[in-house]
């Protein structure tokens, strides 16, 4: 069983930064995808970015060149620092780690962009 655990979510102000991180713990095996996802009242919950045990990362197109991900393989931790934030970015942000076919989520953190 793995579980992930995030946090650093909060309200912010248009423009203004945030720092996700989110900790697994159980049984993680080497080679796995770790990512963020989100999803705001209303609508799907949608991809924001992902980073294998080994690769390149991948991004939604509407966080490009504002929020990167990147991870700590010896703390099995995945952080995704957002910058240049937008009222659109509000929603729930869940952690998701996949391995040999399995899904696991975490419980969500909120984020709010608003003045």
């Known amino acids: 069983q793995v579980q992930l655990v995030e946090s650093g979510g909060g309200l912010v102000q248009p423009g203004g930064s945030l720092r996700l991180s989110c900790a697994a713990s159980g049984s993680i095996f080497s080679i796995n995808v770790m990512g963020w996802y989100r999803q705001a009242p209303g609508k799907q919950r949608e991809l924001v970015a992902a980073?294998?045990?080994?690769?390149?990362?991948n991004y939604a197109d509407s966080v490009k060149g504002r929020f990167t991900i990147s991870r700590d393989n010896a703390k099995n931790t995945v952080y995704l620092q957002m910058n240049s934030l937008k009222p659109e970015d509000t929603a729930v942000y869940y952690c998701n780690l996949q391995q040999w076919g399995y899904g696991f989520w975490g419980q969500g953190t909120q984020v709010t962009v608003s003045s």
């Open positions: 980073i294998p045990s080994r690769g390149s990362t």
